[in-house]
């Protein structure tokens, strides 16, 4: 984990760096620093009144074509070598020169986590994706080649992770079930950037509890990604979307999400030492793959009641957290596979 935040602090610093270097540049007609104090204030009453309200646009549209390609550069080869060395220092990538293809299968009982890392997988790149386009969505000015960028950058994620895990001992190979799964992730993260009006009837979320595992070992949360029986993924089928298309529906009702999702329980090694009762049987632990369906509150329009500007800046930073995580605040029912 501390090599996550530093990591992170690097990216961050650099791109802080070329942007305060960037922005340090003074164009032409801009004023210099002259030693005595009287000829300097002279010279700049001569600059404001040559440069005009025109120059102070100029100089902001500058500014603000330096941030956005400092925020496009640093993304673009920031996450990737992140991931890639973070994958590297903490997954062993490279122990082995043997490359390996993996049959792992998709959600059947008898894969390794019962499709729960597939499911994973899909949800980690539709969220990548989403993130991307929106970036590039402001430093592009939403011109095309966003997509390019957004889609391009998930993908070669996606693309480089399988080649990292098939020279890798500890992981199970180069994974055509996990790279489509990405795939479709960003797939769907295009339709609902693409789609508006689809988006707002639709997402895909996800919920994390730690296992007793975990709870009982806290120092070792750094692997929670694979803590696979303490997550849920899930589609929300969200009523807000109505009022977006023109249907005058009830204030309450915009709170109201229906969720359809998929978990495992008691696949992964995390699983074995604390089992509950009841699930031992036959001397292994009881693999169960679940489907639920459920009502429960679009966290999102709870937000925008604390704010009077619907579009503020802070209102819509605090809803992004609740467009990728869900709170389990309803009822649900869940239905086991297989039984």
């Known amino acids: 984990m501390r090599l996550l935040i530093v990591s992170f602090v690097f ?36 600059a404001n009144e040559a440069a005009g309200s025109g120059g102070n646009e100029v100089n902001k549209h500058e500014q603000e074509a330096i941030k956005k390609k400092a925020i496009r550069y640093s993304i ?24 390996r293809l993996s049959h792992e299968g998709w959600f059947g009982q008898n894969t390794y986590s019962g499709g729960a890392d597939k499911a994973a997988h899909l949800f980690s790149f539709y969220t990548i994706m ?21 889609a391009g950058l998930s993908s070669f994620m996606a693309l480089g992770i399988e080649i990292g895990d098939g020279f890798c001992k500890n992981q199970n190979g180069f994974s055509i079930g996990d790279l489509t799964m990405g795939f479709i992730g960003i797939g769907i993260a295009s339709i609902l950037e693409l789609f508006p009006a689809v988006d707002a009837f639709v997402s895909l979320s996800a919920e ?24 849920k993924f899930m589609a929300n089928i969200k009523l807000a979307g109505l009022r977006y298309v023109g249907v005058n529906i009830p204030d309450f009702m915009r709170y109201i999400m229906f969720d359809v999702g998929y978990y495992t329980r008691n696949f992964t090694k995390y699983d074995y030492r604390y089992a509950e009762v009841g699930r031992y049987i036959e001397g292994r632990y009881r693999e169960k793959r679940e489907i639920f369906i459920g009502v429960s ?34 009822a649900r029912h869940s239905f086991v596979v297989g039984e």
């Not at 991307?132 to 000015?141: F, P, Q, R």
């Not at 994390?208 to 997550?231: E, N």
């Open 130 to 150: 989403r993130i991307l386009y929106n970036i590039y969505d402001y430093t592009e000015d939403g011109a095309p080649v966003k997509w390019a960028y957004s």
């Open 76 to 99: 673009l080869f920031g996450v990737p070598v992140n991931t890639y060395v973070v994958s590297l220092l903490t997954w062993d990538w490279g122990k082995t020169t043997h490359f």
């Open 297 to 330: 509150v679009n966290m999102m329009e709870v937000v925008k009641d604390f704010f009077t500007d619907k579009e503020s800046f802070a209102c819509r930073a605090l809803q992004q957290p609740f467009k990728y995580y869900h709170v389990p605040v309803g």
């Open 208 to 231: 994390y509890y730690p296992t007793k595992y975990f709870r009982k070992h806290p120092q070792r949360l750094m692997w929670f990604l694979d803590d696979y029986s303490g997550w």
């Open 11 to 46: 990216i961050c610093s650099i791109a802080a760096s070329a942007f305060a270097q960037s922005a340090d540049k003074r164009g032409p007609g801009a004023p210099v620093r002259v030693h005595r104090s009287g000829d300097n204030k002279k010279f700049k009453e001569a």
